[in-house]
T-cell receptor, first 115, second 113 residues
Framework: NAGVMQNPRHLVRRRGQEARLRCSPM?????VYWYRQLPEEGLKFMVY????????ESGMPKERFSAEFPKEGPSILRIQQVVRGDSAAYFC?????????????FGPGTRLTVL | GNSVTQMEGPVTLSEEAFLTINCTYT??????LFWYVQYPGEGLQLLLK?????DKGSNKGFEATYRKETTSFHLEKGSVQVSDSAVYFC????????????FGKGITLSVRP
């Protein structure tokens, strides 16, 4: 039973380019969360999605960031016109149920470096 | 809003020493509490969790008890190993908050042979 998959593991972009991060949840999981980890900090919630729906995007920056979780295929976190401050590790997590007691399973993360 | 506070780090211990990592929280309602561990270059792995007051989570020799009266969830291990060297995150998931996790800043543990 494969865990949460994320790709790429490492991504280098120049300022102004676009970054696309992909996340495939665990089999049978329909809830996907994205978190960002800045250097020397804990993880911060960005967005919560179910298939074809954004449920909670209260942690997403208002500009340049977007997320989707289509009916088919992985969840995508898209960052347009990247800036140096976007350099961070981006983690995806999935769970099977929407309960606060349920465990979220994390992927290995994508480490984005903006030059 | 919800928040998690962890003790300042880093922490360096000798092998077989006793470990305590403090964690306190602020939340409305009755959150679930978690400890996650992150090994170098990897994602987070769930270490243990507790979902109601007085519950004790345990795994791999680590324990933490959900203390509602002190709003704490301190992590303990009686005898650490070199392989326990990692970053440890305390987190909560609040009821009615779409189950999103609120994390502490994490603490780096280094265990010397």
């Amino acid at each position: 039973n494969a865990g949460v998959m994320q790709n790429p593991r490492h991504l280098v972009r120049r300022r102004g380019q676009e970054a696309r991060l992909r996340c495939s949840p665990m089999k049978g999981h329909s809830h996907v969360y994205w978190y960002r980890q800045l250097p020397e900090e804990g993880l911060k919630f960005m967005v919560y999605l179910q298939k074809e729906n954004i449920i909670d995007e209260s942690g997403m920056p208002k500009e340049r960031f977007s997320a989707e979780f289509p009916k088919e295929g992985p969840s995508i976190l898209r960052i347009q016109q990247v800036v140096r401050g976007d350099s961070a590790a981006y983690f995806c997590a999935s769970s099977s149920l929407l309960r606060s007691t349920d465990t979220q399973y994390f992927g290995p993360g994508t480490r984005l470096t903006v030059l | 809003g919800n928040s998690v506070t962890q003790m300042e780090g880093p922490v360096t211990l000798s092998e077989e020493a006793f470990l305590t990592i403090n964690c306190t929280y602020t939340a409305t309602g009755y959150p679930s509490l978690f400890w996650y561990v992150q090994y170098p270059g990897e994602g987070l792995q769930l270490l243990l969790k507790a979902t109601k007051a007085d519950d004790k989570g345990s795994n791999k020799g680590f324990e933490a008890t959900y203390r509602k009266e002190t709003t704490s969830f301190h992590l303990e291990k009686g005898s650490v190993q070199v392989s326990d060297s990692a970053v440890y995150f305390c987190a909560l998931s609040a009821t009615g908050a779409n189950s999103k996790l609120t994390f502490g800043k994490g603490i780096t543990l280094s265990v010397r042979p």
